[in-house]
């Protein structure tokens, strides 16, 4: 296999689509808020694209004893109410600093193909601790969208998050701006402790207001639902023995 392989698995006609990505990452915040925008539009979604590439890790996924090699896949979505997207999503992100910068210019040639000249990468910014309240920070490729941005509720915090945003959400925003893509990236606060629902649905939320559609959240409140045991038990932890929290290196953003 070559470094790269892209498999056209569909084609599909979208009106002024936004390529919306969602790999791991702090809190798994960008990856629950893309696969929940599959969950609730599957009935409006076509799978367009696969991408191989020897940069993932060396393994297959098993569904009922069948084998399918690691790959992203991107979705195309058309959406009555707003616009129309591609969904990017995948299990694993690349393991070298050049297959970040392959798969971004592939992610990126790919939302060319579909007329896309807008990006948003979803992501988590973590604190080191527990929160009751998720803020959605920013960051953009160009100044003249803080204020569109700042409407819809989005932070802008100087020299945050710390270390920058690294892996294939900041390489969106810095490979694509160089392409003349708008693109912004929206990080959900989170603890970095935990897979985190309550964020993921926060920067929803917030995707929502800037692009003009509408979901439903009922699978990933349960799936919060869940999450709260073990946040109780964090917080116990923290209470009767204390814990060891995360310096900002250790917690620094990869989305």
Same mark, same amino acid.
């Given at each position: 296999?070559?470094?790269?392989?892209?498999?056209?698995?569909?084609?599909?006609?979208?009106?002024?689509?936004?390529?919306?990505?969602?790999?791991?990452?702090?809190?798994?915040?960008?990856?629950?808020?893309?696969?929940?925008?599959?969950?609730?539009?599957?009935?409006?979604?076509?799978?367009?694209?696969?991408?191989?590439?020897?940069?993932?890790?060396?393994?297959?996924?098993?569904?009922?004893?069948?084998?399918?090699?690691? +790959?992203?896949?991107? #979705?195309? $979505? !058309?959406?009555?109410?707003?616009?129309?997207?591609?969904?990017?999503?995948?299990? #694993?992100?690349?393991?070298?600093?050049?297959? #970040?910068?392959?798969?971004?210019?592939?992610?990126?040639?790919?939302?060319?193909?579909?007329? %896309?000249?807008?990006?948003?990468?979803?992501?988590? $910014?973590?604190?080191?601790?527990?929160?009751?309240?998720? %803020?959605? $920070?920013? %960051?953009? !490729?160009?100044?003249?969208? +803080?204020?569109?941005?700042?409407?819809?509720?989005?932070?802008?915090?100087?020299?945050?998050?710390?270390?920058?945003?690294?892996?294939?959400?900041?390489?969106?925003?810095?490979?694509?701006?160089?392409?003349?893509?708008?693109?912004?990236?929206?990080?959900?606060?989170?603890?970095?402790?935990?897979?985190?629902?309550?964020?993921?649905?926060?920067?929803?939320?917030?995707?929502?207001?800037?692009?003009?559609?509408?979901?439903?959240?009922?699978?990933?409140?349960?799936?919060?639902?869940?999450?709260?045991?073990?946040?109780?038990?964090?917080?116990?932890?923290?209470?009767?023995?204390?814990?060891?929290?995360?310096?900002?290196?250790?917690?620094?953003?990869?989305?």
């Amino acid at each position: 296999m070559d470094q790269l392989e892209v498999d056209a698995v569909a084609e599909a006609e979208l009106d002024d689509p936004v390529l919306v990505e969602g790999l791991p990452g702090v809190g798994h915040v960008g990856k629950l808020a893309v696969d929940h925008l599959l969950e609730e539009l599957a009935g409006e979604s076509t799978l367009v694209r696969r991408i191989y590439s020897r940069e993932f890790p060396p393994q297959v996924s098993v569904e009922d004893g069948v084998s399918e090699l690691t +790959c992203t896949e991107i #979705h195309a $979505v !058309s959406v009555e109410d707003g616009r129309d997207l591609l969904l990017l999503t995948g299990d #694993h992100q690349a393991q070298s600093n050049e297959g #970040h910068y392959v798969l971004t210019d592939a992610f990126l040639d790919v939302a060319e193909e579909f007329g %896309a000249n807008e990006v948003f990468a979803l992501g988590g $910014v973590p604190t080191g601790e527990l929160i009751d309240e998720y %803020a959605v $920070v920013g %960051a953009v !490729s160009d100044e003249s969208m +803080c204020d569109e941005f700042e409407d819809a509720g989005v932070e802008f915090r100087e020299d945050e998050p710390a270390g920058g945003i690294v892996g294939v959400s900041g390489l969106l925003l810095g490979l694509g701006d160089r392409r003349g893509f708008d693109a912004a990236c929206l990080m959900g606060e989170t603890s970095g402790y935990i897979v985190d629902p309550k964020s993921a649905r926060a920067v929803l939320e917030t995707l929502e207001e800037l692009l003009g559609f509408e979901l439903e959240y009922e699978s990933l409140d349960e799936r919060a639902e869940e999450m709260e045991e073990v946040v109780g038990k964090i917080q116990e932890m923290e209470q009767q023995q204390g814990m060891d929290v995360p310096t900002d290196d250790d917690l620094r953003y990869i989305g």
